[in-house]
Nanobody
Framework: QVQLVESGGGLVQSGGSLRLSCTASGIDISMYVMAWYRQAPGKQRELVAK???????NYADSVKGRFTISRDNAKNAVFLQMNSLKPDDTAVYYC?????????????WGQGTQVTISS
């Protein structure tokens, strides 16, 4: 059974920092593109950052220069360092693992962790 478990969310003031972690079990994340998404109340889920198996990264324009995604394949974990947080970053953050292999899509999600930024 595949599980992605996020942690590290919480309530911080504007300008503060948080570090989210996502630990996987049941899969070897070294073979997956790992990503963080977020969903704010009343809004669609959006991609925040992703990191390929070769550690190439992409970020949403809204978080470039403030957030950093990283992975530790030995720990089967992916991280999101969030700095200079703004109230607009308030959302539930979800970890995602995705892979296309032998003509099949593999797509797994965590349960989410709440991030709340106060102004």
């Amino acid at each position: 059974q595949v599980q992605l478990v996020e942690s590290g969310g919480g309530l911080v003031q504007s300008g503060g920092s948080l570090r989210l972690s996502c630990t996987a079990s049941g899969i070897d994340i070294s073979m997956y593109v790992m990503a963080w998404y977020r969903q704010a109340p009343g809004k669609q889920r959006e991609l925040v950052a992703k990191i390929t198996s070769r550690s190439n990264t992409n970020y949403a324009d809204s978080v470039k220069g403030r957030f950093t995604i990283s992975r530790d394949n030995a720990k089967n974990a992916v991280f999101l360092q969030m700095n200079s947080l703004k109230p607009d970053d308030t959302a539930v953050y979800y970890c995602n693992a995705a892979r296309f292999y032998l003509s099949r899509n593999y797509d797994y999600w965590g349960q989410g962790t709440q991030v709340t930024i106060s102004s």
